[in-house]
């Protein structure tokens, strides 16, 4: 066992025989809960005597994925109330170690997702010199319900809280709290977009990496009251209060939610749901308006997605095939394109595609790539990606989908959690590469290619014969439908 001491007290993790240390559940905040709810995290509490670290702490209540998602994304549900842990994986636990940090905020559409599930083991960065933390923080209701007299975003004020322990508290787990890399996927690298142009965050980390998933355009006040009122609605509240949120039971409050992102898909009104039914997820940041860093921002950044994000939402749902040809214009339309100009762009490139698979191209771009390239055109000297190994699931249908670099990056490729995604013998020599990529930016600001720039917008592709190498953009003509788009 090693101990290692924090500005709340010393915890006791365990050493694997590879030589990686776990400290598992440290409190980064006090329990959100009773007269906490809904409130900024505080902090925690001070120990006497050694913690014990070698368990994961509770994780933020949440409903678990609906079918088929529940067997296809990796998750842990962990009760108790001490949900804003962390777990901090190092192979030199002393101070003085002085080894880059890379911080983990994890996906789920903002209402589900732990940082302790196995797929998100950080052992691997461990293994290679870094020091890895995994956070949780609150989701849905808790995390980003816009209530009256309560601050907004809850959940990203829970990540600034994880990222001002690390600044605090690292050094003594070998990390350098002046080299913090902070990386997340989809609902976790929105967070980083929104992070990125907040002040609170300002200084809390150096480098970022967005994996599907950028500056995106989240819920306008508006938008959000419009949720908090559906929600109340479901439950019988007639007051939509923080009080009267807090009184009704854990369990009807989180089946409420889960509810109402089918609600949300089966009446896409905007006069009922405002900006939720462009993404399908009610409960996310609130944003006046789209924020991009500029040319000033001082993190460097790595930002990308894959090549069919959009497949996972429709492969496994067997809707591919069977999309609609109206419903494809009419969210063309909602996404703002004209259907008449953009999707003759699209199909010029897939001549015999469905509309199933013209809609995973054009939400493709909307939800994950055209936010990543504006991210990177924003930001001078950002580095640029696309991963496009396909899955032989489902028949070789899921392609390169949404999650699907997940187990390259952790380098966990036999992780069981994994397995429906990956199905048989996934390439290793492609987690090579690519979590060799996202060890050498933590370590250098540089993963190994060319910056991106708007003359031949280099972009690392992974995945694709005869292997990860920079290649210019290839759509161009699609890319640039989305010029003035929001």
């Not at 409130?39 to 678990?64: K, M």
């Not at 960065?125 to 870094?130: H, P, Q």
């Not at 910056?451 to 190498?469: E, I, N, S």
Request: glycine content about 10%; proline content about 11%.
């Amino acid at each position: 066992m090693t101990v290692c001491r924090t500005r709340q007290g010393e915890v006791r993790g365990r050493t694997s025989p590879d030589g990686v240390t776990s400290f598992l559940g440290i409190p980064y905040a006090a329990p959100p809960f009773g007269p906490r709810r809904f409130r900024a995290p505080a902090p925690p509490e001070p120990w006497t005597g050694v913690r014990d670290a070698t368990a994961h702490g509770p994780t933020a209540p949440h409903a678990p994925y609906a079918p088929p998602f529940d067997a296809l994304i990796p998750e842990d549900d962990i009760p108790g109330e001490d949900c804003l842990n962390l777990g901090v994986r190092t192979p030199a636990p002393e101070p003085g170690a002085g080894l880059p940090v890379m911080v983990w905020l994890h996906g789920g559409a903002f209402t589900n997702g732990s940082g302790s599930a196995s797929g998100y083991d950080g052992s691997a960065f461990a293994r290679d010199g870094v020091v890895c933390v995994t956070p949780n923080y609150r989701l849905g209701a808790d995390g980003f319900l816009r209530l009256p007299g309560r601050p907004d975003n809850r959940g990203l004020l829970d990540q600034i809280a994880a990222l001002r322990w690390v600044r605090d508290n690292i050094a003594s787990f070998g990390g350098d709290p002046d080299r913090v890399t902070v990386f997340g996927e989809s609902a976790g690298a929105m967070s980083i977009g929104a992070l990125l142009t907040t002040e609170a965050a300002r200084g809390l980390f150096h480098r970022a990496i967005l994996q599907s998933g950028a500056c995106h355009h989240f819920l306008r006040p508006s938008s959000a009251a419009l949720i908090a009122a559906r929600l109340a609605e479901r439950l019988g509240i007639e007051d939509a209060t923080p009080e009267a949120f807090a009184s009704v039971p854990r369990h009807e409050l989180l089946a409420a939610q889960a509810e109402l992102r089918t609600d949300v898909a089966a009446d896409p009104d905007p006069a009922r749901w405002g900006e939720a039914v462009l993404d399908m997820m009610p409960f996310e940041p609130v944003r006046d308006g789209l924020a991009l860093p500029g040319a000033d921002c001082e993190v460097d950044l790595l930002i990308g997605s894959n090549r069919e994000e959009y497949r996972l939402f429709l492969v496994p749902t067997e809707r591919l095939h069977v999309f609609p040809e109206p419903r494809l214009r009419a969210m063309t339309a909602a996404y703002g394109l004209d259907p008449a100009e953009a999707l003759p762009v699209y199909r010029a490139g897939r001549p015999d595609a469905t509309p199933g698979e013209l809609l995973d191209a054009v939400a493709t771009d909307w939800f994950y790539r055209i936010p990543a390239v504006r991210l990177a055109e924003s930001v001078p000297g950002s580095y640029l990606y696309e991963f496009a190994w396909r899955s032989p699931q489902f028949d070789g249908a899921l392609g390169a989908c949404h999650a699907l670099e997940l187990p390259f990056v952790f380098d966990r490729l036999h992780d069981p959690s994994y397995a429906p995604l990956l199905g048989a013998d996934p390439p290793q020599a492609l987690a090579d590469a690519m979590h060799g990529a996202w060890v050498r930016f933590a370590k250098t600001g540089s993963p190994g290619w060319k910056a991106y720039d708007k003359v031949d917008r280099t972009t690392m592709t992974f995945g694709a014969a005869p292997g990860p190498v920079p290649v210019a953009d290839p759509r161009a003509g699609e890319r640039q439908l989305w010029e003035g788009v929001r």
